[in-house]
């Protein structure tokens, strides 16, 4: 006789659960020819319904978004029972179709042929994982693995399928309205931000909320002699019991480990830690002797006090002012509040107030800024450090391995030579963004002479000499590029070297003769193609003609220089 473990390979996976729901996200292609192509999987998530959970109706109708001739997203919430969803999910790809409800299957859109790419298991199957939460509880450094906002004891499983090219408005970098809409409406249905997520377009997540337990909460209770109780409390699912279950407790003081206790979960769920002391801050794993870790949650300091303010709005003024210093300028308009304070509170008391306590903290905290000013390349050059910014900016170029790409609206003849022969590759692929307000005329007169046009060095042709003598010495790729229209004009100045960009608050003629700033980009990706789009608008310096101005000539009359009327 089969058992029912080879019957049903995912009975240990649907113990406790009965239904399941399936949030199914596809990209219906346009109507080309006679035949449609088939549906292309965008996103699917399957959610095990925990015990007490209700069943959720499905939509009179998919949830529909046309982008004209690109085709559209429709969006379906589909119930099966939690056997049948787990066995979908585990679908090859090149047999995947959309998936048949419990009940009331629609045939024009039920059971279909669906498109995938190759889906790959993170983690391997069948084991299932935990998202690792930071310990910073702004999640300023890492954001979770997982792109669900929903808290609770679950476990995932992900398939990430192959890259694969998409209709344009599912361009994740596209500034498109079709693009906004498109996210937004995804965003709303299948609660996912795939901007911020793209890894999971075309692919699938499991979550399986864990059978037992249905919440964790901790708190700490401090006592009159000093001591303190740190409770931990596990809420059990409607109708299910804690067995199997242990907590492992951390805690920690300003980055140093004091405590590592494992502990089994008693069945009415209260496990109670006694400290001599106050708990500064407290961690926990929780895991299930078959089922595995169920909840990571790390080290961290508990509330203790809070600060109230309350500010009186007591007048409200409008500001009209012009947007730009434009005689015609159109006029912006804003709305700004006079306040005054009317209350202020502290609640609770602070664990530590002492003087060495807040030199831990301002120490930590400057030591968090230093790193960041250090990954980053935070650097400062004062008034008299020329030669030392002249060296920064060659070390960068020194060490470029594929490209380099500079935007400086006054980059002109001299930075050839101050810069470029610092370049040691010749595989190196070189693009320059100047502007037209790099080429102005040198007036290079001699005392008692006339200043005619064969006086006057045009900066343009002393750019296209100094290129040829690097390209006489150095085979590199390059091409420069002038902005000179409305479509590529900009202001701030930038080098980006294989990818990564800096933002310089000088150009490149006068960094380290003024003071100035120069940082790098943490995601200096996104500014280089922008930077891009503004090159490609640009004109090749080849291409470009310098507007010639009236030459000047010495006036016998005044001893000051006047126009040449002719």
């Given at each position: ?6 019957s ?7 113990d406790g659960?009965?239904h399941?729901v399936v949030?199914?996200a596809v990209v219906?292609p346009p109507?080309?020819t006679?035949?449609r ?5 965008l996103?699917?998530?399957v959610w095990?319904l925990a ?5 959720p109706?499905r939509?009179?109708?998919p ?5 004209k001739?690109e085709g559209a ?11 049948e969803?787990?066995r979908?999910?585990r679908?090859a790809?090149d047999?995947?179709?959309?998936p048949?409800p419990?009940?009331d ?5 039920d059971?279909?042929?669906?498109s ?5 298991d993170?983690p ?6 935990v998202p690792?939460?930071?310990d910073?509880i702004?999640l300023?450094?890492e954001r ?6 929903n808290?609770?004891?679950?476990r995932?499983?992900?398939r990430i ?5 998409w209709?344009?408005?599912?361009d ?5 309205k079709h693009?906004?809409e498109?996210?937004k409406f ?7 931000d795939?901007?911020?997520y793209p ?8 979550a399986?909320?864990?059978c ?10 401090p006592?009159?002699d ?17 067995k199997g279950?242990?907590?492992?407790s951390?805690?920690g003081?300003e980055?140093i480990l004091t405590?590592?206790?494992t502990?089994?979960v008693p ?8 400290r001599p002391?106050?708990?500064h ?5 929780l895991?299930?002797?078959e ?6 949650t ?5 509330l203790?006090?809070?600060?109230t303010?309350i500010d009186?709005?007591e007048q ?5 002012v ?6 015609k300028s ?6 700004t ?14 664990p530590?107030t002492?003087n060495?306590?807040?030199?831990l903290l301002d120490?930590?905290?400057e030591?968090l800024?230093?790193h ?7 650097t400062?050059f004062t008034?008299?450090q ?5 060296e920064?900016?060659r070390?960068?170029f020194?060490?470029?391995h594929?490209?380099?790409?500079i935007a400086?609206?006054y980059?002109s003849a001299n930075q050839i030579?101050q810069?470029l022969?610092a ?5 190196i692929?070189?693009?320059?963004l100047t ?6 005329q ?8 006339e200043?005619?046009s064969e ?7 002393k750019l ?5 003598i ?13 902005a000179?229209a409305e479509?590529s ?5 930038f080098?980006?070297?294989?990818g990564?960009?800096w933002?310089i608050?000088?150009?490149l003629?006068?960094?380290g003769?003024?003071?100035t ?6 995601h200096?990706?996104?500014?280089l193609?922008h ?5 490609n608008?640009?004109?090749?310096l080849?291409?470009f003609?310098?507007p010639?101005?009236a030459?000047k000539?010495p006036?016998v009359h005044c ?6 009327a002719k």
């Open positions: 006789m089969e058992s029912n473990e080879s049903n390979p995912y009975s240990k996976l649907t659960f009965e399941a949030h199914v219906v109507r080309s006679s035949e192509p088939p549906l292309r999987l996103f699917a998530s095990l015990s007490g959970r209700q069943v109706l939509p009179a109708k949830y529909f978004k046309k982008f001739e997203i429709a969006v379906d919430r589909i119930v099966m029972t939690a056997e969803a787990i979908w999910y679908t790809s047999e995947l179709g959309t048949i419990l009940r299957a629609r045939k024009d859109s059971g279909v042929p669906l995938a790419g190759k889906l790959s993170f391997t199957w069948p084991v299932l994982g690792l939460e930071s910073d702004t300023k450094s979770p693995s997982i792109p669900f906002r808290l609770g004891i679950i995932y499983s992900r399928s192959d890259s694969q090219e209709p344009s408005f599912l994740q970098n596209g500034q498109s693009c906004q498109a996210f995804l965003e709303h249905h299948m609660h996912v795939f901007r911020e890894e999971y377009i075309g692919g699938m997540a499991l399986v909320p864990d037992d337990v249905h919440s964790v909460r901790q708190f700490v209770d006592k009159e000093g001591s303190e109780a740190l409770y931990i409390h596990l809420k059990p699912h409607p109708g299910r019991k804690l279950l242990s907590l492992t951390m805690e003081q980055g405590s590592f206790d502990v089994p069945e009415d769920g209260l496990v109670v830690i006694e002391s106050s708990i801050g407290s961690g926990l794993i895991t299930h002797t089922r595995g870790v169920l909840l990571q790390p080290m961290r300091q508990f203790r006090q809070m600060n303010r009186v709005v409200r003024i409008k500001v009209s012009p947007e730009t210093d434009k005689k159109a006029v912006d308009e804003y709305v509040n006079k306040k005054t304070l009317a209350s202020s509170q502290t609640l609770g008391k602070a530590n002492t060495a306590f807040q030199r120490a930590k905290n030591r800024l230093n960041s000013a250090k990954v980053y390349e935070q400062w008034a008299d020329r030669k030392e910014a002249l920064h900016i070390k960068k020194k060490h470029a594929s490209s380099i790409f400086d609206p980059f030579l810069y022969f370049i040691e590759r010749d595989e692929k070189i693009q320059i502007s037209s307000s790099a080429f102005k040198i007036n290079e007169a001699t005392t008692g002479t200043i005619d006086t006057t060095q045009d900066t343009h042709q296209l000499e100094n290129l040829a690097f390209q006489g010495s150095h085979k590199n790729n390059i091409e420069i590029k002038v000179n479509n004009l900009f202001h701030d100045r080098i980006a070297i294989d990564r960009v933002m608050g000088s150009s003629n006068s960094i003769i003024r003071p700033l120069t940082m790098r980009i943490p200096g990706e996104k500014i193609d930077l891009l789009r503004l090159y608008n640009a004109l090749p080849e291409d003609k310098v010639r101005k030459l000539k006036c001893g000051r220089d006047v126009k040449d």
